[in-house]
T-cell receptor, first 110, second 117 residues
Framework: TQLLEQSPQFLSIQEGENLTVYCNSS?????LQWYRQEPGEGPVLLVT?????EVKKLKRLTFQFGDARKDSSLHITAAQTGDTGLYLC??????????FGPGTRLSVLP | DAGVIQSPRHEVTEMGQEVTLRCKPISGHDYLFWYRQTMMRGLELLIY????????DSGMPEDRFSAKMPNASFSTLKIQPSEPRDSAVYFC???????????????FGDGTRLSIL
């Protein structure tokens, strides 16, 4: 059974600070996705990474897929209150399995 | 375009009652997923369908849970009888293509918040 771990579990920072959250596994994934979930809503896809070492940028968000395809990171520059939410990583393997991590709950304070 | 539509948004009922959750996926999507989310267990995949056929129901917790997809535009998740430990937010998601391998995004509805008293 594949498992994804995310750290930290909770993170509270001031507006304007930078932060990095992590997604780790002992398994190799064919691709990895990051979702953000706001209160009262379903998760919304932010990015999909498919190549080991791949880096993708989405405005102030930078996503990296580890070279070994077992881990990923999300870096947010100059966090804003609108970045508050639950960040979920989700990995798919070559055998049609798909699993979500437990999430990092981010709170950006004004 | 309309997203995934779930109903009801909130459901409060007494234990022992039957609960039916409904989902309308995005038109044209061929995969449909049911998830349950709690603080303790996070987002858990319960069952998924491909072209209306159940493919993997290994996440369904007990025989009290059942899911159907009678056509491409409608699915239900039923709990009978319901128990307090079933209280959670239940999400439906749909995707086009092999989302289960992570190559396609899953589009989630806004969920049904279920409380069993």
């Amino acid at each position: 059974t594949q498992l994804l771990e995310q750290s930290p579990q909770f993170l509270s920072i001031q507006e304007g600070e930078n932060l990095t959250v992590y997604c780790n596994s002992s398994s190799v994934f064919s691709s990895l996705q990051w979702y953000r979930q706001e209160p009262g809503e379903g998760p919304v896809l932010l990015v999909t990474v498919v190549t080991g070492g791949e880096v993708k940028k989405l405005k102030r968000l930078t996503f990296q897929f580890g070279d070994a395809r077992k881990d990923s990171s999300l870096h947010i520059t100059a966090a804003q209150t609108g970045d508050t939410g639950l960040y979920l990583c989700a990995g798919g393997d070559y055998g049609q399995n798909f699993v979500f991590g437990p999430g990092t709950r981010l709170s950006v304070l004004p | 375009d309309a997203g995934v539509i779930q109903s009801p948004r909130h459901e409060v009922t007494e234990m022992g009652q039957e609960v039916t959750l409904r989902c309308k996926p995005i038109s044209g999507h061929d995969y449909l997923f049911w998830y349950r989310q709690t603080m303790m267990r996070g987002l858990e995949l319960l069952i998924y369908f491909n072209n209306n056929v159940p493919i993997d129901d290994s996440g369904m917790p007990e025989d009290r849970f059942s899911a159907k997809m009678p056509n491409a535009s409608f699915s239900t998740l039923k709990i009978q009888p319901s128990e307090p430990r079933d209280s959670a937010v239940y999400f439906c998601a749909s995707s086009l293509g092999k989302a289960i391998a992570g190559n396609q995004p899953q589009h989630f509805g806004d969920g049904t918040r279920l409380s069993i008293l």
